[in-house]
């Protein structure tokens, strides 16, 4: 399923629902970042998804992170809750959704980065590497966030 990112966009179209999401921000002991290139944009982002019924944020953030990167991590902190109601996803089958996102902040604990149905790509990023790579920027805006030590947030 292919979707369309709108920020702040006077021409985006109106949202049909609020799902919450969770994503994992997983830094390496040598401080590399986990990310991956999504099949659907073909931007660079933290490993993340929808939260599924029956299960909390923590258990959504580790089984994403698993499922689209290979790595299984742990959860050390709380970034934030991100929800800009400028932020409009469209998805080709006509669901319209506004960002909810609780990003969580974790470290790995076993796997090797590899590629997916939904990442063509996925590896660990230095941080002078994250500058220069398409990254949608409110998902850039959550990787500064925790780099400059800019959290817990809270929109």
Known sequence: MGRIEYLNDPQAPKPNSLIPACNLLVQSSTGEILIQRRRDTGQWALPGGAQELGETPRQ???????????ITAQITGFLGVYSDPGHIVEYTDGEVRQEYEVTLIGEPVDGEPMENEEASEVRWATIAELSTLDIHSTMRRQIQ??????????D
Do not use: N, Q, S
């Open 145 to 154: 966030d925790f780099l400059d030590g800019a959290y817990p947030h809270v």
């Open 60 to 70: 959504c953030a580790i089984r994403e992170c698993r499922e689209e990167t290979g």
